[in-house]
């Protein structure tokens, strides 16, 4: 997927619909492009948040939270989530990361965790279609046109269809990023004495 506007035409293709020009930007003084952009955003988050993508990890040193410690849930520490995270993944190094709960709060989305520093692999928010594989590009349009279905056309049965296809394919490309990404790593014996066979990685609360 080369641009937003290929997205939105998959998307309006399924539909049956317009097209915009390859060098329009939808969203200038056209409702239909105001629409797919207003969507964009929420269908990419939707979708990124489903899984690890490979293709969208980062890892970043979280920033303690002014006021110290925690307390709540039993952990020491707070962090503030980075704001182009839509999903954490575990703390590292280890590769049964050290327990850790997600809240909201005044400040924003924060992190507890016992540890210090606090260095977290989480999904990012990737809006750039040139980053994307193909099938979840392809899983994108199909949620897309779900949300054009309803707000464009009012068609309740064809957006049941549209969300069916988009969770039937995003589920392929979950399990197509899983395969490339190949088995994960045997956790060590430090790992398991230190939290356990069955790992938490994390929980939101």
């Excluded at 641009?3 to 200038?28: H, I, K």
């Excluded at 977290?120 to 994307?132: G, N």
């Excluded at 009012?154 to 957006?159: F, P, T």
Aim: aromatic share 8%; proline share 8%; with cysteine.
């Amino acid at each position: 997927m080369q641009s937003t506007v290929q997205l939105f035409n998959t998307a309006l293709a399924r539909l049956g619909g317009e097209q915009f020009l390859p060098l329009t930007s939808p969203q200038e003084d056209n409702a239909l492009g105001a629409l797919c952009a207003n969507v964009f955003p929420h269908v990419l988050d939707l979708s990124l948040q489903a899984h690890a993508w490979g293709f969208a990890m980062r890892t970043a040193v979280l920033a303690p939270v002014a006021g110290g410690r925690a307390g709540a849930g039993g952990f020491l520490r707070r962090y503030m989530l980075p704001a182009d995270c839509v999903r954490p993944v575990a703390l590292e190094p280890e590769v049964c990361g050290p327990p850790y709960a997600i809240r909201g709060s005044a400040e924003g989305t924060l992190l507890l965790c016992d540890e210090n520093p606090a260095v977290l692999a989480y999904v990012t928010r990737t809006p750039d279609p040139k980053s994307w594989p193909a099938a979840f590009a392809d899983a994108l349009a199909w949620g897309l046109a779900a949300e054009l279905a309803a707000a464009r056309i009012n068609d309740a049965q064809r957006q049941q269809y549209y969300m069916r296809m988009y969770r039937e394919v995003l589920g392929e490309a979950a399990a197509q990023d899983m395969r490339e990404a190949g088995p994960r790593p045997v956790p060590s014996a430090w790992n398991a004495a230190r939290f356990g066979t069955a790992c938490n990685l994390g929980s939101e609360r």
